[in-house]
Nanobody, 124 residues
Framework: QVRLVESGGGLVQAGGSLRLSCAVS????????MGWFRQTPGKEREFVSA?????????IYADSVKDRFTISRDNVKNSVYLQMNSLKPEDTAVYYC????????????????WGQGTQVTVSS
């Protein structure tokens, strides 16, 4: 059973940076796809970025975060990261780490494993 634990959220001013971490346990990890999603009250969960665990590690991003956010993984630490730069107030949300087997996907319904979420608040 895959278990995900996020950390790194907090309060930051617009233009600032935060790095979210997602510790991954259980397995196997080799065919996992890791995703980051975010959600604000009253809205559906929104795709942010995803990366595969394999050697090729293709990454995909939502247009709203492209060129500002970077997803990465550390195979030794079994962790996935989301580096968020040039943060905007509209990035304020609860950020969730998610995992699935098989191919990358932007659909939250495709992910079967979820962390508890970490709050990111960007002040103007």
């Amino acid at each position: 059973q895959v278990r995900l634990v996020e950390s790194g959220g907090g309060l930051v001013q617009a233009g600032g940076s935060l790095r979210l971490s997602c510790a991954v346990s259980g397995g196997p990890l080799s065919n996992l796809v890791m995703g980051w999603f975010r959600q604000t009250p009253g809205k559906e969960r929104e795709f942010v970025s995803a990366i595969t665990w394999g050697i090729s590690s293709p990454t995909i991003y939502a247009d709203s975060v492209k060129d500002r956010f970077t997803i990465s993984r550390d195979n030794v630490k079994n962790s996935v990261y989301l580096q968020m730069n040039s943060l905007k107030p509209e990035d304020t949300a609860v950020y969730y780490c998610a995992a699935r087997h098989d191919r990358v996907s932007r659909r939250s319904d495709d992910y079967g494993y979820w962390g508890q979420g970490t709050q990111v608040t960007v002040s103007s």
